[in-house]
């Protein structure tokens, strides 16, 4: 695959469980999504459930 580069995800002593989960929590509650009209899954998902 030319032009293309492969970082490796963990070195040394990162704590690759807690780096997924914080990504996780970033991606869900902080990251506002076009398709969710500018709301975080969670503020759409908490607004379905009211």
Do not use: W
Request: with cysteine; glycine share 12%.
């Amino acid at each position: 695959m030319a032009g293309r580069q492969f970082i490796p995800l963990a070195q040394g002593d990162v704590d690759l469980e807690a780096k997924l989960d914080e990504g996780g929590r970033f991606y869900n509650c902080s990251r506002p999504h076009g398709a969710r009209n500018g709301q975080t899954p969670y503020e759409a998902l908490r607004d379905k459930l009211q």
